[in-house]
């Protein structure tokens, strides 16, 4: 396997990656200040895709269709919490994982209500299709590129927003202290509405840039919610910086064990058997290095706190 | 504050009258059980076979849910992957009928095993290779807490799903029929009562277990593994083995429902390893009230009835079942039963 | 002339409801009408329903349930309308994993079985069944075909790709059976993968001339994506699974070029196909897909064979289906020994519509009476 081939496929894990980091921050953000397993952050990234689609398609703009993405999750994101989520915050986890899974089912069925059993249309803008020439002659579709861009550019501002702002502050004392930073004379309601608004809309910028390559269809928020998942596990729950570390990890290695998984396994066995082979350990990998990682530190790489 | 995951569930009552059959409680309970084996032997009677065969599939999901409930709820171990240790069981049952349908062996070296279809060998089998499969998750996952446990049993389920989903020996994907149902001697398991009365014993059995179990010792240490693990470990005895011990039982039970599922369906796939089934396996342990004996039976009740109902009325009924389900949520605090039979005594 | 003695029969009878009652027919269809891949569902039973609208007959009762492909449900719900509703017909299975685990108890217990769609190879070969028929098509028809057209086209050095599981790589077996060159790599994806980066540079590392993939559904859709951006700029082809009505205008332009086979197209010349098109349209709206048309032939198919007999005289309705006396809006069709189709298979490719939407466009055919393999393992 050439070197070029090897570079193109890292680029493509650190996409993954970036893209997996804007589901996770808001996952592992939910978690950290209100202590929450939220099960329907799928849905968020599914409501973002939707509504992405649906207004491109009636206005002709990818980017007002996208700046209506992150609005409809968030907003979707803000009353989840105020109807539902508020509700239980003094009740056992257990609860909430029930209540979430009710509102996994509700978003999946009420949007196939909405938007019938077809999977809807989203492409990428038209100035952002094609590719550039990498050096060693790869060529790599622009619009991936743009999507590290952009999740570096809010990993970066994420960063900000919680060391060098009012709010980030609020979110940190949450973290550490829920009792008292309310005992403090912070609105912890207002708060608590504003991050899970903010982790659906970044879950919604998720759904949206990645409906674009993917299918626009009902459940799609599923799997990339289990991988979310372990995304922030292998992390350490509450840590952004985790996030990021585990998303990029995941993203890597899921990538490059899809590739070279098959590829080592004939070395000594017959070709058609060793890409099923191949391919199957590939889809087992990530949660094999989870269950590895979880096995020598238990609480993630980066625990934030116990 | 992760701690918090396992705080919360619903104490088991160690006061020797709870559990009086004429309290609200005691009424509620054999009401349950009365209609669960009443109601399809009255059906059966009138020739409604299909009524008997729905009762059993409640039976095992419930088996299922109550080895569930033993980690959740009375030894605060939240399993999101149990489905792993069901479908095990129910592949156990699968392949044993293949090979023995096929005359060949399971396996040949170090030493030949064959397949049987007698249903003791059969649930023999599945209990010690479920006991065996948590056994080894559970020492790795039992060092971990909180969420994190929860998505390490997950992950080990996962990797047992792509595993049965990609492996075409025994069907992959398209899973394994069972052209005949395993039996019994001197028992006739293809007729529809009798497999439902198996399955009620086996529903019985594991809740007579865990209800043993948690009056013993080794429930009151369980007890306060979950509760106070450092008081307990003051008190000499290590939380671990304590823990590790209860996770393999549950796992044991859920296995067993697996593979009475298996031979109730004569068929086994990978969808019974799936993550959909651990989630709505712990959905019905919820539902119903956590740590309480008959909450998981409540719950597949519920569970599987609003199931078949809803289905046959709209084709959006996923929608209603989630609202139905958000609504116990929100208004029945402690579950079903909570809700039926009030709360426990000393919650 | 067999209407007018049902008529009659209808008229002499008609005065005991007991046994108007008795002769009336009963259909189960289980279907997946909830969650991902659901269009499929959805058009099976609209193309079923519209066929059965059209026959004008009120004795035959259909009744629809949702499986949400799951194998577990769909088995509880043939159940129930095996035991409970005591349906004489059962039909609309989707998925491969869900007719393995429903239909091998449903024929055993007397009672019919058509699918509309799905295949898999054990009901064709080693677990065929006298009560079983398929109405749609073998698993490995479509691949089969491709794997003659690309021969016949001149393609010598094709890369495939499909998911790890039973029906990918019996898609890609299938392929390679009546291709019968060497491919330059087989590629295996996980299922309900999303992401098909790592695979898109592998294609473009590779020296391949040509494209087969088998990737039924969402995953079809997100691979065409991503294809049209990487600058790979070799043919693509498929089967009808990635490639029906829906699916190619939620893929957009991306879909255009690709050439795929199909059972049916709804641009085939022939008289039924042409009503059938035309009043589909007409009652829900949209062009049917080859889902549409199968559901369609499997309802005809079922009122061909009432025609001759109640499905209570097992062997005479056996018999009347077996000889598939019906229009079918494929033109020909016919059952081999194992009660699957004998057809020909078609070449379309996805062009630009009037509308700007993409659409298949029928080709020709690409392979003539395709049978499965399987039938010699049958016996019945």
């Known amino acids: 396997m050439s070197v070029t081939l090897l570079i193109e496929q890292l680029l493509n894990g650190v996409q993954l990656g970036t893209m997996l980091f804007l589901m996770a921050s808001g996952l592992t953000l939910i978690f950290g200040v209100m202590g929450l ?96 020439t990498l050096p060693g002659d790869t060529r790599y579709p622009i619009y991936r590129l743009v999507l590290i861009g952009v999740g570096i550019a809010i990993s970066i501002g994420l960063y900000l927003l919680i060391s060098r702002t009012r709010l980030g502050m609020r979110i940190r004392a949450g973290e550490s202290d829920r009792e008292m930073i309310g005992a403090l004379g912070v609105n912890i309601s207002k708060l608590y509405t504003l991050v899970f608004a903010l982790g659906a809309g970044l879950a919604g910028l998720a759904g949206a840039l990645v409906g674009a390559l993917q299918s626009v269809q009902v459940g799609m928020g599923e799997p990339v919610l289990i991988l979310a998942f372990v995304v922030i596990v292998i992390g350490g729950i509450g840590s952004i910086k985790g996030a990021l570390f585990g998303a990029l990890l995941v993203g890597i290695v899921d ?49 934030a706190h116990d | 504050m992760i ?44 020739g409604h076979i299909y009524y008997v065969n729905l009762a059993s599939r ?157 009056k013993s010792r080794f429930g009151a240490a369980l007890t306060m593994a979950r509760l106070n693990d450092v008081r307990l470990a003051t008190a000499g005895i290590s939380p671990y083995p304590i823990r590790l011990i209860a996770f393999v039982i549950s796992a044991v039970i859920t296995g067993l429902a697996g593979a009475l599922y298996a031979d109730l369906n004569g068929f086994v796939s990978p969808t019974m390893l799936s993550w959909h089934f651990s989630g709505e396996l712990m959905v019905i342990v919820i539902l119903g009230g956590v740590g309480r004996l008959y909450g998981p039976l409540a719950g597949a009740i519920l569970f599987v009835m609003m199931e078949t109902l809803l289905g046959g009325i709209t084709q959006y009924w996923q929608l209603f079942l989630g609202l139905v389900l958000l609504g116990v949520v929100l208004f029945a605090k402690h579950g079903v039963m909570g809700w039926l039979a009030g709360r426990e005594l000393n919650e | 002339m067999k209407n007018m003695t049902r008529l009659g029969l209808g008229l002499l009878l008609s005065s005991s409801v007991a046994i108007a009652h008795a002769d009336d027919v009963k259909i189960g269809m289980i279907t997946t009408l909830s969650g991902g891949g659901s269009h499929l569902g959805v058009d099976v039973r609209d193309g079923f329903m519209l066929a059965m609208e059209q026959s004008g007959q009120d004795d035959i009762e259909v009744l629809i349930q949702d499986d949400a492909n799951r ?36 024929v055993r217990q007397g009672t019919f079985y058509l699918s509309p769609n799905a295949g898999p190879s054990d009901l064709a070969g080693r677990m065929c069944h006298e009560n079983y028929f398929n109405v749609a098509y073998q698993n490995d028809n479509l691949h ?117 086979t199909s059972l049916w197209a709804y641009d085939l010349d022939n008289e039924t196909n042409h009503r059938f098109v035309e009043t589909f349209r007409e009652a829900y709206g949209r062009t049917p897909t080859l889902y549409a048309a199968q559901g369609f032939d499997t309802a005809n198919l079922i009122l061909s064979a009432l025609e001759v007999a109640h499905p209570d005289d097992q062997d005479a309705f056996r018999e009347a289906l077996r000889a598939a006396d019906f229009d079918s809006v494929r033109g020909e069709f016919r059952f081999g020994p194992n009660h699957h189709p004998i057809q020909d298979i078609y070449v379309r490719e996805v062009v630009e519509g009037d509308d700007g939407q993409p659409t298949n466009r029928l080709l020709g055919i690409a392979i003539e009476d395709i049978q499965d393999i399987y039938y010699e393992q049958c016996q019945m």
Request: proline share 5%; charged share 10%.
């Open chain 1, 255 to 303: 990538t490059l064990g899809r590739v070279y998984l098959p590829i080592f396994f004939r070395a000594f066995m017959p070709p058609s058997e060793a890409t099923g082979v191949g391919a199957a350990l590939a889809a087992m990998l990530i949660y094999i290095l989870m269950a590895v990682i979880l096995a020598f530190k238990p609480k993630g790489l980066f625990a």
């Open chain 3, 71 to 106: 194998p577990d449900l769909a088995r509880s719900l043939a159940n129930e309308f095996m035991q409970r509703d005591q349906v004489d017909i059962l039909t609309g299975l989707i998925w491969s994993n869900l007719a393995m685990a429903v239909v091998p108890a449903v």
């Open chain 2, 3 to 46: 701690n918090n995951t396992s705080s919360g569930v619903a104490k088991i009552s160690l006061t020797p009258n709870a559990d009086s059959h004429f309290s609200r409680k005691g009424i509620v309970q054999i009401t349950l059980l009365g209609l669960l084996l009443l109601l399809p032997v009255t059906a059966y009677f009138l």
């Open chain 2, 58 to 214: 409640i039976t095992i999901i419930a088996m299922a849910a109550v080895g569930l409930n033993l980690a959740i709820g009375y030894g605060g171990m939240v399993s999101f992957g149990h489905a792993a240790y069901f479908g095990l069981g129910g592949y156990v049952a699968g392949i044993s009928a293949y090979h023995a349908f096929d005359f060949t062996p399971f396996m040949t070296w170090p030493f030949s095993v064959p397949g049987s279809d007698n249903l003791l060998v059969v649930w023999l089998a599945a209990a010690i290779l479920c006991g065996l499969l948590a056994l080894a998750i559970g020492a790795i996952s039992l060092r971990t807490t909180g969420v994190y446990f929860i998505m390490i049993t997950l992950a080990f389920a996962q990797m047992i799903y792509y595993f049965a989903n990609s492996w075409p020996t025994y069907g992959g994907e398209d899973g394994l029929p069972i052209y005949l149902r395993n039996g019994l001697p001197f028992v006739d398991t293809t007729n529809a009562l009798s497999y439902f009365l198996i399955c009620f014993a086996g529903l019985v059995l594991a809740m007579a277990i865990t209800s043993r179990l948690m």
């Open chain 3, 144 to 260: 089969g075909a491709m794997g003659a057209y690309m021969r016949e086209e001149g393609y010598e050095k094709p890369i495939i790709l499909a998911p790890n599981y039973p029906a990918g790589t019996d898609a890609l077996a299938g392929f390679k059976h009546l291709y019968e060159g060497d491919v330059v790599d087989e590629l295996y994806t996980q299922m309900g993968q999303t992401d098909y980066a790592a695979e898109i540079a592998q294609i473009r590392a590779s020296d391949a001339d040509s494209l087969f993939f088998f990737l039924p559904g969402g995953m079809g859709i997100s691979f065409m994506k991503q294809w049209e951006s990487s600058g790979v700029d070799i043919p693509i082809f498929g089967a009808a699974f990635s490639f029906d009505e829906i699916l190619i205008k939620a893929v957009g332009s991306a879909a255009i070029g690709a050439r795929n």
């Open chain 1, 37 to 132: 397993i939220n099960l329907a952050h799928g849905s968020f990234y599914m409501v973002g895709a939707y509504a992405t689609a649906a207004v491109t398609a009636s206005t002709g703009s990818f980017l007002i269709g996208l700046g209506a993405g992150i609005a409809a999750a968030a907003l979707a994101g803000a009353l989840v919490e105020l109807i539902v989520i508020r509700r239980l915050y003094h009740r056992p986890h257990l609860d909430q994982v029930l209540a979430t899974f009710a509102l996994i089912l509700i978003f999946s069925e009420g949007t196939r209500f909405i938007f019938g059993s077809s999977p809807l249309r989203l492409s990428p803008p038209s100035w952002l299709t094609g590719f550039v």
